[in-house]
């Protein structure tokens, strides 16, 4: 079993920046692979980004490419979402997630956070 608690949500205006943490606590000297998902409200939860266990490599939504970047702290078993120039569209609650295969599927991940809020103000 694998916990995973997210924070570094909150309220920020259009082309402001957050930083997301996700930490992870369990069995986390099993090879996870790690990501983030959103979920906006009256959508379906949807891929953000994903990042390896070596943290080698990475891939991102399109949506997202060149905005956001993950990383990953194996000594502290943290996932990071750095995400800059935010638009009112990227509001949502976003998930940590951690999976054995490399996957972009929300079915594609075995272990979920609770979810932080990101708002970005117009």
């Known amino acids: 079993q694998v916990q995973l608690v997210e924070s570094g949500g909150g309220l920020v205006q259009a082309g402001g920046s957050l930083r997301l943490s996700c930490a992870a606590s369990g069995r986390t000297s099993s090879m996870y692979v790690m990501a983030w998902f959103r979920q906006a409200p009256g959508k379906e939860r949807e891929f953000v980004a994903t990042?390896?266990?070596?943290?080698?490599?990475?891939y991102y939504a399109d949506s997202v490419k060149g905005r956001f970047t993950v990383s990953r702290d194996n000594a502290k078993n943290t996932a990071d979402l750095q995400m800059n120039s935010l638009k009112p569209e990227d509001t949502a609650v976003y998930y940590c997630?951690?999976?054995?295969?490399?996957?972009?599927?929300?079915?594609?991940?075995?272990?979920w956070g609770q979810g932080t809020q990101v708002t970005v103000s117009s």
């Open positions: 997630a951690a999976g054995t295969r490399w996957s972009t599927l929300v079915a594609g991940f075995d272990y």
């Open positions: 990042i390896s266990w070596s943290g080698g490599v990475t």
